[in-house]
Structures are given as C-alpha cells and as structure tokens.
C-alpha cells in the first residue's frame, strides 16, 4: 500500500439525472505539491460516456480519482443486495455487471430498464409514490432506506448519507450511483476501484468519495458544505493545503465541489488509516465497498 506515489488528483462530480449532457457533472484535478486544482474541459457540459472515455483513454499516469457517488449497495445488513431475489449478485462486482447487462440498450449509461425491472423495483423508492414492498431497513416499507456500513461511518461522522435504493428527492443519489455503477463495470480491466479491488503498487486507482467529507476537512460543517462563492472556495482550498483558483463572485456547487475535493484527495491520500478503515472487513470490501475518507 503505496498511496504516497500518486502523482494526480482528480475529483468527479456526478450526475443520475436524465438526458446525455448534464451541469451537474465536473471533473477537476491537481498535480502534486501545492498548485491551484483545475477544472478538465472549463465550461463543457459533460456526458456520462465522455467521462468514461476520458477515464478510459485521458487520465494522467498515477492518479488517485474520486467519484462522488455510491460504488456500491448495501449488502451487509440483510446478508444481500436484493434479499428473495434469485439474481441478486453475490458481490459489487457482480451487481455492476447485472445493472450494466439489464441496461445494455438505455443511452446515456442510463437505469431506468433497472430500477423499472420487475424484480429489482421492489427494492428500490420511485417517483410518484412508488415505493417497493422491501426498500426500508427492515425489508419493509417506508424510513429512509438500507444504509450501507460505510454510509453509518459517514453518519457517525456528522453527515447525512442517503441510501442508494431511495430514487426520489433533490438530495438523493441513487440514480448517480446505479449509473456510476456501469461507468465501473465497463472500466473492468482498465482501472481498479478501491477496496473492491486490492490498492496496487502502481498505477491510477478509482475510489469513491463523499464531498461532504471533503468540506468538512476544509473547515465547514456538514450543513454548510456546499460553497457557492469564489472567496469561499479559495479560503476552502487554503485550508487545504492549496494555493486558490482565483474565481470571482458566483461558484455552481458542482463545480466548487469537484475542485474542493481534488485538493482534498491531494492533502489526505498519504494518511495510512484512510486506507484501512477499523470497520472496513474483507466481506465489506467485496460487497459494499467504501467511502474514502470515512473512518
């Protein structure tokens, strides 16, 4: 476990929302050291499979990515994905690829053939009050859903984790993560993810992260974590070991959120206990993955 040898930090901010071009996607990254992190294409309105592509095909060697979303669905608490069901996948990796096999003919890496799936709808809240009969906790219905270990981590942590089976509400994140989860599946053999895959001794990795988390090390509360304000994003960002970006007045929040995090990658990737988080198990690895940062 060498996570001292990367080179680049990149951070994603993800989109599940309809369509092909999204606002709510930005890519950043900084080189090591203490130089201003930068947004990837300024001003481009990414695709899902441009990002992929760029994974794919653009990444600078050595390099540490983030992307903020759920790598992964909670498995842990009920002793599988989709309890009752005959497909449900033994681990992450194998949900992926069930997602990206149900959704081989959506465009835009979409999940709708997914989440409207017969089977797989029962586990998961949808719009217009459709509610599957074994989307909460306890395999009933109603609450806020399945929490994943990491996402309790993250809880006790001060933050507030959706579950990945809740598909409704402007805070909700299962749409970004179940799409996210093709973007992996297809980057089998390309990139590892981390802890799904072992860190390897050389080479970019992909991990997931929360940018929340990343806030939170640059000084603002959990409430208060999303930054809308070019001075605001550049005391952030000193606090972060960073020199500024130098934005004036006005800062989407995907875009703050992307260049906040990459710093952040770059200021806490050399601390060996993010990489072996007490509660993170074999069994955890496999199946739920985590949340970098999270401890």
Not at 90 to 103: E, P, T, V
Not at 106 to 131: Q, T
Not at 143 to 155: I, K
């Amino acid at each position: 476990m060498r996570p001292l040898r990367f080179r680049h930090f990149a951070a994603i901010d993800w989109s599940g929302a309809a369509g092909e071009r999204h606002r709510g996607i930005a890519v950043a990254i900084c080189p090591a050291g203490e130089a201003a992190p930068q947004l990837v294409r300024p001003g481009h309105r990414w695709s899902r499979t441009e990002v992929l592509a760029w994974l794919r095909d653009d990444l600078p060697a050595d390099t540490l990515v983030g992307m903020d979303l759920g790598i992964s669905l909670a498995f842990q608490d009920r002793g599988a994905f989709f309890p009752g069901w005959a497909e449900s996948p033994a681990d992450a990796k194998g949900l992926w690829a069930l997602i990206d096999r149900l959704c081989e003919d959506e465009p835009h890496l979409s999940v709708g053939a997914f989440v409207d799936h017969p089977e797989a709808s029962a586990y998961f809240r949808r719009h217009g009050g459709r509610e599957g009969a074994a989307f909460g906790a306890n395999g009933q219905k109603g609450g806020r859903g399945r929490l994943r270990v990491s996402e309790l981590a993250q809880q006790a942590m001060g933050c507030s984790p959706y579950s990945n089976f809740n598909l409704v509400g402007a805070a909700q994140v299962g749409k970004s993560s179940l799409s996210g989860m093709r973007v992996l599946h297809q980057l089998k053999g390309r990139l590892p993810v981390w802890p799904i895959d072992p860190l390897p001794a050389a080479g970019s990795v992909v991990c997931e992260i929360y940018t929340t988390i990343a806030a939170m090390a640059a000084g603002r509360s959990a409430s208060r974590s999303k930054v809308r304000d070019g001075a605001e994003l550049d005391e952030a960002l000193a606090r972060l070991g960073s020199s500024p970006v130098g934005l004036k007045g006005e800062v989407d929040d995907h875009t703050s959120d992307a260049l906040m995090a990459s710093a952040w990658l770059r200021k806490v990737a050399h601390d060996p206990a993010l990489w072996a988080p007490a509660r993170l198990t074999d069994a955890i690895a496999q199946t739920e993955g985590w949340t970098f940062g999270a401890v």
